[in-house]
């Protein structure tokens, strides 16, 4: 079972950068798809970027040009680079994992002032 500890969040101005890290414990990191969620409030949580065990990486539209996910299987890490980041963007923002099933991490707030 693997679990997952994020931490990078925080309080940062429009148009500036964050960097979000999810570490995870357990074997096996290598062959989990790994991503990030976010889940602002009043509202679902939706899939922000997905990076396969492949090396593939998948953007939601709102985060493309902008946000670049990459993994450093050698450290059991997934990291989220944010740059540019709106106000639109404030969530907390969730990592996961899936390789049979999926788990959660604990969440970690960004908030984007205008």
């Known amino acids: 079972q693997v679990q997952l500890v994020e931490s990078g969040g925080g309080l940062v101005q429009a148009g500036g950068s964050l960097k979000l890290s999810c570490a995870a414990s357990g074997s096996d990191f290598s062959l989990n798809a790994m991503g990030w969620y976010r889940q602002a409030p009043g509202k679902q949580r939706d899939v922000v970027a997905t990076?396969?065990?492949?090396?593939?990486?998948i953007y939601a539209d709102s985060v493309k040009g902008r946000f670049t996910i990459s993994r450093d299987n050698a450290k059991n890490t997934v990291y989220l680079q944010m740059n540019n980041l709106k106000p639109e963007d404030t969530a907390v923002y969730y990592c996961?994992?899936?390789?049979?099933?999926?788990?959660w991490g604990q969440g970690t707030q960004v908030t984007v002032s205008s």
């Open positions: 996961y994992a899936f390789r049979y099933s999926i788990t």
């Open positions: 990076i396969t065990s492949s090396g593939r990486t």
